[in-house]
């Protein structure tokens, strides 16, 4: 059975951190992208940052220099680091899995094959 079982969500104000993490079961980890999309109330599903089997990275402008994706392949995991924090950053966070990628590809909406169930951020001002 594939699982993706995220923690780490809460709330925090403004400036602050929190780190997600999404633990994976299942499948191979070790041939899968993963990644972090977000929702926030009245918006469409946002493509946060994504990371390929051999460590290649991808960020939304909007976390650029904020955020920091990162994987344990020992552990199945990855992880979102996210500092400075924003109220713009308020969402509902879901891990992703899908294919591989290379380069400056990443795991878009579409190519998505498995989610987590989601965790809660919220950001005050």
């Known amino acids: 059975k594939v699982q993706l079982v995220e923690s780490g969500g809460g709330s925090v104000q403004a400036g602050g951190s929190l780190r997600l993490s999404c633990t994976a079961s299942g499948f191979t980890f070790d041939d899968s992208g993963m990644g972090w999309y977000r929702q926030a109330p009245e918006k469409e599903c946002e493509l946060v940052s994504t990371?390929?089997?051999?460590?290649?990275?991808y960020y939304a402008n909007s976390v650029k220099g904020r955020f920091t994706i990162s994987q344990d392949n020992a552990k199945n995991t990855i992880y979102l680091q996210m500092n400075d924090l924003e109220p713009g950053d308020t969402a509902i966070y879901y891990c992703?899995?899908?294919?591989?990628?290379?380069?400056?590809?990443?795991?878009?909406?579409?190519?998505?094959?498995?989610w987590g169930q989601g965790t809660q951020v919220t950001v005050s001002s």
């Open positions: 992703a899995a899908g294919p591989n990628f290379v380069g400056s590809s990443r795991l878009y909406l579409g190519l998505v094959t498995y």
């Open positions: 990371i390929s089997s051999d460590g290649s990275t």
